[in-house]
């Protein structure tokens, strides 16, 4: 899977993560250059790592709190309704 994520937009800045929201990583090991939220349950915001070509390439998650007034790069149309359809294995 990978995310298009296209060029940059303009900065908007909000006190509470949602799921699609798309936030810079602040530097850390490894090529993960943005954060994506992929849910948001109860006080903590699970997210996958981007690289800067959209491929997932960490995961993370962080209290809600960590994200207050923080820039919000982009936002992923649809993927809080994102349905992929799992095969169970049968031995």
Known sequence: MKINIGKVPICISLDAPKVGEVYRAKGGRGTTKFWL???VLGNSS???GLDREGN???????GNHAFANREIVGFVE???????????EVA
Request: aromatic share 12%; net charge negative; glycine share 4%.
């Open 37 to 39: 939220v992929a849910a």
């Open 46 to 48: 699970h997210l996958l």
């Open 56 to 62: 997932i390439v960490s995961t993370s998650s962080y």
């Open 78 to 88: 649809g993927f809080d309704a994102l349905t992929l359809d799992m095969k169970w």
